[in-house]
């Protein structure tokens, strides 16, 4: 699995507000800070907006903050929000999909599977706070 360059990006605005908490950080900031085209900060907070994980205001005093404190944000939140998947492997997928339909048993299905679940649990216990 390779993250898109797109969930990176989210991953350090996320970090970035949570260095901001008490205003609101305007996307040309981000955009300068960042080194990310403004138009794809732009592109990525609306998607961060619309999972509840960013507040955008409007306007001349306006910006984008952070919804949640950066202790309750965990990186597999954010990698969940930008990546249509997280699995590792197809068949760990939620139809179990096996192109030799040996899924139940196939030794390489459990050795993804226990992968799987060492990053899931690595990603959910770090928190933005931790990455400050």
Same mark, same amino acid.
């Given at each position: 699995?390779? /993250?898109? $360059?797109?969930?990176? =990006?989210?991953?350090? +605005? %996320?970090?970035? *507000?949570?260095? #901001?908490?008490?205003?609101?950080?305007?996307?040309?900031?981000?955009?300068?800070? /960042?080194? $990310?085209?403004?138009? =794809?900060?732009?592109? +990525? %907070?609306?998607? *961060?907006?619309? #999972?509840?994980?960013?507040?955008?205001?409007?306007?001349?005093?306006?910006?984008?903050?952070?919804?949640?404190?950066?202790?309750?944000?965990? +990186?597999?939140?954010?990698?969940?929000?930008?990546?249509?998947?997280?699995?590792?492997?197809?068949?760990?997928?939620?139809?179990?999909?096996?192109?030799?339909?040996?899924?139940?048993?196939?030794?390489?299905?459990?050795?993804?599977?226990?992968?799987?679940?060492?990053?899931?649990?690595?990603?959910?216990?770090?928190?933005?706070?931790?990455?400050?």
């Amino acid at each position: 699995m390779q /993250l898109n $360059i797109t969930t990176d =990006y989210a991953i350090r +605005i %996320v970090l970035y *507000l949570s260095t #901001n908490m008490d205003e609101f950080v305007s996307t040309k900031e981000l955009s300068d800070n /960042l080194s $990310i085209s403004r138009a =794809y900060v732009t592109k +990525i %907070v609306k998607i *961060l907006e619309k #999972n509840n994980l960013v507040t955008i205001m409007r306007g001349n005093k306006g910006g984008v903050a952070l919804k949640k404190e950066p202790s309750k944000i965990s +990186i597999l939140e954010v990698i969940s929000i930008m990546e249509s998947t997280i699995k590792i492997n197809r068949c760990l997928e939620e139809d179990k999909y096996c192109s030799a339909d040996r899924s139940d048993y196939c030794k390489v299905n459990k050795m993804y599977l226990k992968i799987q679940k060492q990053l899931e649990e690595e990603l959910s216990s770090t928190t933005v706070d931790t990455l400050i």
